[in-house]
């Protein structure tokens, strides 16, 4: 027992800053919350909270849901909960969804969106309508963190929930185990069934020869990029130790870690007691399956290479006329680009999507958020779909129209939901998916007058992909039907046939001619390209690509085009339009089956009924006046000034909100046997002003030798990526008499405001390659230091970022000018410098020290502070400064990590090591120059895939003040 003293007495310490108010969702779904006729659907599982419009989309993910909730809960031994899972059911695109796990005032809880529109998610196996199945991966996170036991689960019964251990898993068994099940409850859907997922595994695989280190667990590892390894190496690892040990292993280590008193300690152990090794000794013997089991794999001599590497990530489109090809592509060392190129691979021309300036007519350029790219038949104009940021921070999709000869966006289309699909050769239209609810149809977008005509009327849950048109008015495109993927023919006259029916994931259509279509369909597990002819017969595959093809398009009457994947990245591909094998060997291939899971968990999905119990209006303050956090404790410390005597402490802590975040409180009391004076603080938020979000806080806080009361009101929003905060304070301190000096009174009362606005192009290696950043801030104070004379506080800063040196690319200089004057301030009452570097630091230095000393009555509980590099140790004192900064820094990439750091630690992860040069130059009060230079290296680094810690050195050579070398070494958290 007095092993857990220490953790105890840690819990009890950190239980002052569990009360808090902060708000519930982000900025957008709140605000649906907010304007929308809010509806609570209580099930025997689930307690739904949805807007009213969109009811008969919630009863379909809710029914889905459920069904993957009751079959998740039978797997664990025991099982830890029954109570109703939390859902909360959202109309705006936000592209996501998440599982809040149980903490302090927050509830546990899942966040679900009604619609994805990023075509992301159908080459991930799921579709935009699909999104009871993506509650199912959600379902296993809450299900997992739901297996709390032991002293947390006495703590969270108590307290009304305040920490699950199994939030602090390594990340990879968190991801990889919702990515494991989600294609194993009932329906064949996500990511195990999807050859984007796999082909990009193999590829890495085989790049590597099946030799991965543990840090391609890590969600750090860039080169696991976009999906990360927490994601794609993490489900194949899982999935590859339910194989070989089975599942039911799988959620004893789940026990285990919901049991444990200091979850990110032990894990492997914990590994080594459930499966009789250790997780690296596990790890090891999966990349050692992987290097025997997986066969090598190479390109057929009849596929040439255009140009080796695209990125990534990359999307395709070619032109039926010139042969042109473009891509939107982002590599590690490159921003995202459009790039086109001529029919033998040759470059055209590589532009640059990023804006910059206010104003900008959008933000997003990643090709994540691209799709539906597609030339017109005369090949001078491209188009694309392409996903950004509206003003609540929702995805809104916009049709660009580009320059084929310049990269020039000539003009855009707003207000689209949906997805991209393609333009019609003469074009004068662009039909793309649209997506309100769970239900998608093809649009027709006229490009002059911008009128909308709908070309289908599914109704109910129905998911569909990019469409292609033909000359003639017909339109191919992919439906999700119960067997997958299956492509789909609108006709002139409206009708819909289908044209697939299969469980081969047939997607991405393109017109060869007026009789014949090219397209993807797997073939032995893999993405290959083949031709249908319209008027009858099989399939016929053109492509024997090692691990994935994507994009697939036309390149000529005797060719295609297509990304091609081979180790992390993309390489643009040619095939001739010839089956690689004769057709009837290819039908003999089997398609991949993935290992039987549970019998629990797997069995064939029936249609889920719902018990519905109530469905009724939200009421505003259900379960406000219930608190989420309700704890009393008591402890006891040494007496620092009394060696043999301890002081005690007491408190009582209290937070609480109604469901969908409206309303939110905090309340705080605390005293101690020395000072006999309680502390109290309040904390009061409301969401109903949303996108605002108001915030009250009152808090009289005694310590010893002085007495706070404090005050704030503020208000605060995102416009777009700007985040704006008004803001009203008032402070008021007491310093307490002594034998050697009166009691003071100070106080300080006034209004400020804050903008801060930032445009950049970054690399996964090289950081931000270009940028600019403005930052406003203002303060007035009419009632300060209990003085008549009231003084102002405003601040300006303006940075650039820039490219390093020629063709290095992991590096960049950062320039940056401050300005900062206080004006009718009391004399010094702005600090310049004296800020440490970093958390903990070891100093040798030269010249005078510190002896900044403000008077009592300038201190009522905030600091004018501004931070100069290389005066961390030393503080300047005035009313004004102007501070120019530059900043040159170097990336030397390790990407490497271990399972456990001996063995008790968790998982270690070596990022990179930073090399920097900098040189600062402040001027205060109009007249005293301080000048440094010098460098620093930062060691940059994680543990247990959540906690990043870095390692620095600095050394900087003063020129003013008297100063002289400074050396820091020391640790930043």
Not at 131 to 148: D, N
Not at 488 to 517: C, H, I, K
Not at 871 to 882: G, H, I, P, T
Not at 892 to 916: C, H, K, M, N, V
Request: with cysteine.
């Amino acid at each position: 027992m007095p092993r857990r003293f220490l953790p105890f007495l840690v819990f009890l310490l950190s239980l002052s800053g569990c009360a808090f108010v902060t708000p519930r969702f982000e900025q957008n779904v709140q605000t649906d919350f907010v304007r929308a006729d809010m509806r609570k659907l209580t099930t025997r599982t689930l307690e739904l909270y949805y807007p009213a419009r969109l009811r008969p989309s919630a009863l379909r993910i809710a029914a889905r849901v459920e069904d993957c909730v009751e079959r998740l809960r039978r797997l664990p031994r025991p099982a830890r909960s029954r109570s109703r899972v939390l859902v909360y059911l959202t109309g705006e695109d936000f592209n996501n969804a998440y599982v809040a796990p149980d903490y302090s005032s927050i509830p546990q809880q899942m966040v679900l969106p009604a619609h994805m529109s990023l075509e992301l998610f159908n080459l991930l196996g799921f579709g935009p309508a699909e999104l009871g199945s993506v509650g199912c991966h959600e379902a296993v996170h809450y299900v997992q963190m739901e297996q709390t036991g032991g002293l947390w689960g006495a703590v969270n019964t108590v307290t009304g929930g305040l920490f699950q251990p199994n939030t602090l898993t390594e990340s990879w068994f968190l991801e990889g185990l919702a990515v494991y099940y989600e294609g194993r409850l009932g329906t064949h859907q996500g990511r195990p069934h999807s050859p984007v997922w796999r082909g990009f595994f193999e590829a890495a695989a085989q790049g590597l020869g099946g030799d991965f280190h543990p840090g391609y667990l890590s969600p750090e590892h860039r080169r696991m990029d976009p999906f990360g390894g927490n994601y794609l190496m993490g489900s194949h690892f899982v999935e590859w130790l339910a194989k070989t040990y089975g599942e039911e292993r799988l959620w004893r280590l789940v026990e285990a870690q919901g049991t444990t008193l200091v979850p990110p300690v032990a894990v492997t152990l914990r590994f080594k007691d459930v499966y009789g090794a250790t997780l690296g000794t596990l790890f090891d013997a999966f990349t050692e399956s992987l290097a025997r089991e997986l066969p090598r794999r190479e390109r057929p001599p009849s596929q040439r290479v255009l140009a080796p590497e695209v990125g990534y990530f990359a999307r395709l489109a070619a032109s039926p006329t010139d042969g042109a090809l473009a891509t939107v592509d982002v590599g590690r060392d490159a921003v995202p680009h459009l790039t086109v190129r001529e029919r033998d691979g040759s470059p055209r021309f590589r532009r640059s999507l990023t804006q910059f300036l206010p104003g900008r007519r959008w933000i997003s350029t990643h090709p994540l958020n691209m799709s539906g790219l597609s030339f017109t038949a005369d090949g001078q104009s491209l188009f694309l779909v392409a996903a950004d940021v509206d003003a609540l921070g929702s995805y809104l999709s916009r049709v660009w129209r580009v320059d084929a000869r310049t990269g020039e966006v000539v003009r855009t289309w707003e207000g689209l939901e949906g997805m991209g699909g393609g333009v019609t050769p003469d074009g004068q239209a662009y039909v793309f998916v649209q997506v309100q609810g769970d239900t998608a149809n093809l649009v027709r977008l006229e490009l002059a007058t911008g009128a909308r005509t709908p070309l289908t009327h599914f109704e109910g849950q129905v998911s569909l992909g990019p469409p292609a048109v033909s000359a003639d008015g017909r339109i191919v495109f992919p439906r999700l039907t119960p067997r997958g993927w299956n492509l789909a023919l609108r006709e002139a006259d409206g009708t819909v046939r289908p044209l697939t029916d299969d469980a081969r994931f047939n997607y991405s259509p393109r017109w060869l001619d007026a009789g014949r279509l090219v397209f993807l369909r797997e073939h032995a597990g893999r993405w290959q390209a083949h031709v249908l002819d319209l008027a009858g017969g099989e399939p016929l595959r053109v492509t024997d690509a090692p691990h994935l093809v994507m994009d697939v398009a036309p390149l000529s009457g005797s060719e295609v085009v297509f990304l091609n994947r081979h180790g992390f990245d993309f390489s643009l591909d040619a095939a001739p339009l010839v089956p690689p094998a004769p057709p009837g060997a290819l039908a003999l291939v089997p398609a991949p089956t993935l290992e039987p899971t549970s019998e629990a968990a797997s069995t064939p999905p029936v249609e889920h009924r719902l018990d519905i119990l109530s469905d009724e209006p939200y009421s505003p303050l259900e379960h406000f006046f219930l608190p989420e956090l309700r704890a009393p404790y008591v402890y006891a410390l040494p007496d620092a000034s009394a060696p043999g005597r301890f002081i005690g402490y007491g408190g009582l802590l209290l937070a609480g909100q109604d469901r969908l975040g409206f309303h939110q409180y905090a309340l705080g009391v605390e005293a101690d046997t020395r000072l006999r004076d309680p502390s109290l603080t309040f904390d009061y938020g409301n969401a109903l002003p949303a996108p605002w979000y108001l915030r009250l806080s009152a808090a009289r806080v005694v310590q010893e030798g002085r007495r706070d009361l404090q005050a704030s009101l503020s208000l605060s929003r995102t416009f777009w990526t700007t985040p704006v905060r008004f803001s009203v304070l008032g402070l008021r301190r007491d310093w307490y008499a002594t034998s050697k000096r009166p009691g003071v009174r100070t106080s300080l009362v006034g209004p400020s405001a804050s903008v801060s606005y930032l445009a950049g192009e970054s690399t996964a290696y090289g950081g931000t390659q270009r940028g600019i950043g403005l930052a406003l801030g203002a303060g007035v104070y009419p009632l300060a230091f209990d003085d008549t004379r009231p003084f102002a506080d405003v601040r300006a800063e303006l940075s650039a970022y820039l490219p390093g040196l020629p063709f290095v690319r992991r590096d960049n200089l950062q320039l940056s000018l401050v300005g900062r004057v206080l004006p009718q301030a009391p004399e010094g009452l702005l600090q310049v410098g004296g800020v440490p570097l970093g958390s903990f630091a070891l100093q040798q230095r030269q010249g005078p020290e510190d002896t900044r000393n403000m008077p009592l009555r300038l201190q009522p509980g905030l600091s004018f502070v501004e931070n100069l590099r290389g005066y961390e140790d030393f503080a300047l004192s005035a009313r004004q400064v102007l501070i120019a900064t530059a900043r040159y820094r170097y990336r030397l990439i390790f990407d490497r990590g271990w399972t456990s750091l001996l063995w008790l630690a968790p998982s270690f992860f070596i990022s990179q090591l930073e090399a920097e040069a900098f040189g600062t130059w402040a001027r205060t009060d109009g007249r005293a120059d301080h000048r440094a230079v010098g460098g620093a290296l930062f060691l940059r680094t994680r543990f247990g895939q959540a906690f990043p810690v870095s390692l620095f050195y600095q050394y900087a050579r003063r020129f003013d003040d008297g100063l002289g070398h400074l050396h820091l070494v020391g640790i930043a958290l």
